[in-house]
């Protein structure tokens, strides 16, 4: 018995990890033919316009992927509540996306090109990201790793291939289509799974059917925040300097993205196991994230020289040197990812919000001061520094937060991210 248990544990990273290497690599993939057929400045354009429902889906996804691993997880079912939370959330990025939409045809004072009309018809694809997370969530919870994994891969594969089908024919009006088309054709093939998959079993809940808005809303400002750490960093570097420069960026954060690998695969399978146990240690699993996003860290600064040019072009070398200065924060974002992801998951949303705003405070303030003369290494530079302070402060969040709650003969010896 002990043996299949180990066998399955293997089994189960294999197959999270297998789908992250998948899921980041066909990223990169998609990441680098589009920058290579669109340029610097095409790029740029393409970035924010895809970024908008992606910001959209974020604000109205009212945290449901969390609590369908909870309530799964704990329950063994979907409840009528998870339903309930669905609805609310596509009625939420509908609405978001209508005023989108109308706020680009504002801002085009009477001359609307097709790339303004594709960039506002964009926005109305944020519903459609919001059901294949919750629909991730499920087989999370049910720890259905391979069909999780397969599933990543689609939800990235389809529209990244539309994308370059569409980008070959009709440049960048082809590129925003496609992957328009694509996202739409996940989210249908995702509605009928979900529909198969998601019954309800009231018994399961023990008649908690009404929808827990205090946690749904407390966690989703600090998820919308916690994206906001991520992604502002483009809308800023969009109004203050130039689509090129976004461009060098976008191309740089793909490949520095790529050391998220760890945290990314640790946290997916982890996930369960927190929201049952809220005392299991994250003490061993948050030090192997570190030493391997280190290592990946040195490997991408080492090669990069030769990598920029050889994927993106010579019209991305400078991206080498954001590589450079995006690097250590990326290492730190993949132990901050992963610390945050059980910090959520348990319930314990404050620390991670304060943190965010921490993070997004730092980042705003070095990038408004340096972005406009220092661009895209400027972004990245801001975007390390902001990371770096999120996860002090989370850090001594949780130390604070373990010294309160831990008699002081328990208190020494403690490895300070041991604690929970």
């Known amino acids: 018995m002990p043996s299949m248990t180990v066998v399955r544990r293997y089994s189960t990273y294999f197959w999270t990890f297998g789908s992250r290497v998948g899921v980041i690599g066909l990223t990169a993939i998609f990441g680098i033919l589009s920058a290579r057929l669109l340029g610097p400045t095409d790029k740029g354009i393409y970035t ?187 809308i800023i570097l969009n109004a203050i300097s130039t689509s090129k420069e976004v461009g060098l960026y976008s191309a740089a954060v793909a490949l520095a993205e790529l050391v998220l690998v760890a945290s990314m695969t640790a946290a997916v399978v982890r996930a369960p196991a927190y929201a049952v146990d809220h005392s299991r240690s994250i003490g061993t699993d948050t030090w192997i994230v570190l030493g391997l996003s280190a290592l990946a860290s040195v490997t991408i600064a080492a090669i990069s020289p030769t990598l920029v040019p050889l994927l993106f072009g010579t019209d991305y070398k400078e991206s080498v040197f954001a590589v450079w200065g995006l690097l250590p924060g990326i290492c730190v974002l993949s132990v901050y990812r992963y610390i945050s992801n059980a910090e959520i998951i348990r319930g314990h949303k404050f620390g991670v919000l304060y943190s965010c705003l921490i993070a997004i405070g730092v980042d705003i303030a070095v990038l408004i001061f340096i972005g406009a003369d220092m661009g895209a290494l400027g972004a990245s530079l801001a975007a390390s520094l902001g990371y770096a302070s999120g996860l002090v402060y989370l850090l001594g969040h949780r130390s604070i937060r373990a010294r309160a709650s831990t008699p002081r003969s328990a208190r020494k010896g403690k490895l300070l991210m041991s604690r929970d």
């Open 48 to 234: 924010v316009a895809t970024l908008i429902p992606a910001i959209i889906s974020t604000i109205a996804m009212l945290a449901g992927p969390q609590v369908v691993v909870m309530d799964v997880s704990k329950n063994g079912a979907v409840g009528p509540r998870i339903h309930k939370l669905l609805r609310w959330s596509l009625m939420t990025a509908s609405i978001g996306a209508s005023i989108c939409f109308l706020v680009q045809l504002a801002s085009t004072s009477g001359e609307l090109s097709p790339i303004n009309l594709l960039a506002g018809i964009a926005s109305f694809i944020g519903p459609a990201l919001i059901i294949p997370e919750f629909f991730a969530a499920l087989l999370q919870a049910r720890r259905a790793f391979r069909a999780l994994a397969l599933f990543r891969i689609f939800q990235i594969f389809l529209p990244g291939f539309l994308m370059i089908v569409g980008l070959t024919f009709f440049q960048l009006g082809g590129a925003l289509l496609g992957y328009v088309t694509g996202t739409t054709i996940v989210a249908a093939y995702t509605c009928a799974l979900w529909a198969k998959s998601s019954k309800i079993r009231k018994s399961a809940l023990g008649g908690r059917d009404a929808v827990p808005w205090n946690f749904v809303l407390t966690t989703n400002i600090t998820l919308i925040v916690l994206f906001m750490s991520y992604r502002l960093d483009v």
